[in-house]
């Protein structure tokens, strides 16, 4: 056997001889950088629906709770006047018509609201559905 192909054959340790490889390392980086920017393009599109969703949850939950304390007392349209501009704020795609919200004469508030979300990841487009609820009863 000649000194070059002496050189390009290593052994398997198995008494065999193996070609080196090259290249592979570049693939696999390429790859694991492609996976995490396309998780990054992910969270990136699917959390500020989720992080709104949270933060109007809580506004709501805050209006339900100090709708029927407030002086002036609040009416139903202001209380829901009141949530369809932080909804508007949030971005969320709801107006005042879509807002259930009901004044019982014991006191209770319920507010809830049913939206949804599209989302576009550029080659799988879907729909996150948002049903934030809160009132005022006591536990």
Do not use: C, W
């Not at 390009?8 to 198995?14: H, I, P």
């Amino acid at each position: 056997m000649s000194d070059v192909n002496a050189i390009a054959l290593k052994s398997d340790g198995r008494g065999g001889a193996r070609r080196p490889q090259r290249g592979g390392s570049k693939i696999n980086l390429l790859l694991t950088l492609i996976i995490l920017l396309a998780m990054g393009v992910a969270a990136v599109k699917i959390a500020p629906p989720y992080v709104n969703n949270y933060e109007f949850q809580d506004a709501i939950n805050t209006e339900a709770r100090f709708a029927e304390t407030g002086y002036p007392k609040k009416t139903e349209d202001d209380i829901r006047q009141e949530i369809a501009q932080k909804a508007e704020d949030l971005g969320i795609p709801a107006d005042s018509q879509d807002i259930q919200l009901d004044m019982m004469s014991n006191g209770n508030v319920s507010i809830s609201l049913d939206y949804s979300v599209p989302i576009d990841l550029y080659v799988y487009q879907f729909t996150l559905q948002f049903h934030p609820h809160a009132d005022n009863h006591t536990i």
